[in-house]
């Protein structure tokens, strides 16, 4: 109870500037905890759905992995459809990337919303608590000017002993509001660094997976054409002659007749 009681004393005695520092310490926690419960449930499920498609695309079965992906709503998900998508329709490694890149863009400032709100109380709340002692030093030095010179001391050391409350409430506040903030910041990268590497994984897998079935289609297509006939050149020559002497039998009786109507 004596901790309490100190606080509450700490608190009353920091003058009006400590409801805003406290005020904004609520806000920056609010933001901060949010963030970081978003952050560890995307991590979690981007690791649970990864583990679940990477066996899937290992194995080439790329119609199922975009049914997974489509019935999912995390951010590997979200990347690796882009990618899903155009894995059929196109040919080059690049336009697969590409689209993933574009997923990326998109993913990313999801991830790190609201995060600068943290940086930003955390200096609202220092910034508040210079400002409290400033205006606390202004009026003890104010009152002390027209105080009894015996009592100048006593009441100047006290106001600002007061004044100074308020600077350590926002210190106190700012802070731990600025170390959770390149804690979110880490978090984010880790997860952003996740994305790429899932990307680049799953676009491996791609690409081998395409290449394989590639080579298994070209012999096949080799052996499934047909081999041509025994002698068919020689049977093409043949019918050419044919073809050329039914000509000049043609041009012979037409000459014939020609003779025979000249005659008459």
Do not use: C
């Not at 894995?87 to 993913?107: F, L, N, P």
């Not at 079935?213 to 297509?221: L, V």
């Amino acid at each position: 109870m004596d901790f309490f009681n100190s606080v509450i004393a700490f608190f009353q005695t920091g003058g009006t500037f400590m409801y805003p520092i406290l005020l904004v310490a609520a806000l920056g926690s609010a933001v901060a905890i949010e963030r970081y419960i978003r952050l560890l449930y995307e991590r979690h499920t981007n690791r649970a759905m990864w583990d679940k498609l990477q066996p899937v695309l290992a194995s080439g079965d790329f119609d199922r992995a975009r049914n997974l992906v489509k019935q999912d709503n995390t951010s590997v998900s979200k990347v690796l459809s882009m990618g899903l998508a155009r894995q059929g329709t196109v040919r080059r490694r690049e336009d697969i990337e590409i689209a993933m890149e574009e997923s990326m863009m998109e993913i990313i400032p999801q991830l790190e919303k609201r995060t600068p709100y943290v940086a930003l109380f955390s200096n609202i709340a220092t910034l508040l608590g210079l400002l409290g002692t400033i205006m606390g030093l202004i009026e003890a030095f104010t009152a002390v000017a027209n105080a009894n010179p015996a009592e100048k001391a006593d009441l100047l050391s006290a106001s600002i002993s007061v004044a100074m409350n308020t600077t350590a409430f926002g210190l106190m506040t700012g802070i731990p509001l600025l170390v959770v903030h390149a804690l979110l910041n880490s978090l984010t990268g880790e997860i952003i660094d996740s994305l790429e590497m899932v990307s680049v994984k799953a676009l491996n897998l791609i690409s081998t997976s395409t290449r394989r079935r590639h080579e298994i289609d070209t012999p096949a297509a080799d052996t499934a054409k047909p081999a041509a006939p025994a002698g068919g050149a020689q049977n093409q020559a043949d019918a050419v002659k044919n073809t050329a002497a039914t000509a000049d039998s043609d041009e012979t009786e037409d000459a014939v007749e020609e003779q025979q109507v000249e005659k008459v």
